[in-house]
């Protein structure tokens, strides 16, 4: 069975092989449902996709609203919405940024510049 970048992903097991259909692929979650006592579907799996594409910083999405095929970039930017735990993640690894010895060059200034309170203050230079 072919097995190249634009083939498809699922094939049926008995032959003559050819692509699974939308129906068949339903047939196949729904008998694995019961089995699992789970309530998963096709558009499940959409959804599944959309959020990791759109969490791909090399994806744009406006790649992703492509995909999806969404006509406002709006409906695909819902799958841009963090989760708690990426918040979480992102945060830890701000603090952990800040914690890093730097440079002198790149710290932050620990006071005013002085010219800075010469003209707040009125002074002149002499």
């Not at 092989?17 to 096709?42: E, I, K, Q």
């Given at each position: 069975?072919?097995?190249?970048?634009?083939?498809?992903?699922?094939?049926?097991?008995?032959?003559?092989?050819?692509?699974?259909?939308?129906?068949?692929?339903?047939?196949?979650?729904?008998?694995?449902?019961?089995?699992?006592?789970?309530?998963?579907?096709?558009?499940?799996?959409r959804h599944t996709a959309a959020y990791r594409l759109a969490r791909d910083p090399g994806m744009p999405i406006t790649d992703v609203q492509w995909v999806l095929g969404h006509a406002s970039l709006t409906t695909t930017q819902i799958y841009t919405t963090p989760t708690p735990a990426d918040v979480i993640d992102a945060v830890v690894a701000h603090h952990r940024r800040r914690a890093e010895p730097r440079p002198p060059a790149e710290r932050e200034p620990l006071g005013y510049r002085k010219e800075s309170l010469d003209v707040l203050f009125g002074r002149r230079d002499s």
């Open positions: 069975m072919p097995t190249g970048p634009d083939d498809p992903l699922w094939w049926t097991l008995r032959k003559p092989f050819r692509p699974v259909t939308y129906h068949a692929a339903r047939a196949m979650f729904v008998r694995a449902n019961a089995l699992l006592g789970s309530d998963w579907s096709l558009h499940d799996l």
